[in-house]
């Protein structure tokens, strides 16, 4: 299964410490080189930085995409590098809580999913011990989820 992630299920996840989720549901994640940027490089949360990194030596591997498309949204550096990176890798799933660019995903004929749909199957298959428990948290370092 090919799955690559956008910037935000990352930072969510690693913030809570459950980034071990999307390896125990995906195996291996992709991202492109402007998620990495954006969560790890220009990253000012010690937690998040070092949860990262940590995966990055595990289970999600960096990928630069070659070619650079034009999209009919206007999408942030790191959307611009998931939706690249997908028409080249024709992915199974896209992790992705943006709207703007989910829509841009879909239109170009992708699958997205959203964090709260990953915590929800990772809750059923006791990944975590609760969704509503690790929405509390998220919600209690200023991270909401799209539902």
């Known amino acids: 299964m090919i799955v690559i992630s956008d910037s ?3 930072v969510a996840l690693s913030r ?3 980034l ?3 390896k125990k549901l995906f195996g291996k994640i992709y991202i492109p080189d402007a998620v990495f940027e954006e969560t790890v490089v220009h990253c000012n949360i010690t937690i998040q930085k070092a949860n990262l990194q940590l ?3 595990d289970f ?3 990928v630069t995409p070659r070619i650079e498309h034009s999209f009919s949204r206007n999408l942030g550096k790191g959307e611009k590098g998931v939706l690249n990176l997908a028409m080249e890798l024709k992915p199974d799933i896209l992790l992705m809580d943006d709207r703007k660019a989910g829509n841009e995903a879909k239109a170009l004929g992708f699958v997205t999913t959203f964090t709260s ?3 929800k199957a990772a809750a059923k298959r006791n ?3 609760s969704y509503e428990d690790v929405v509390r948290q998220l919600q209690q370092l200023g991270i909401y989820l799209p539902e």
């Open 60 to 62: 999600i591997e960096i």
């Open 117 to 119: 749909d990953m915590l």
């Open 8 to 10: 935000s299920p990352l």
């Open 16 to 18: 809570v410490d459950h």
């Open 127 to 129: 990944f975590v011990s």
């Open 20 to 22: 071990s989720v999307l």
């Open 55 to 57: 995966a990055l030596n």
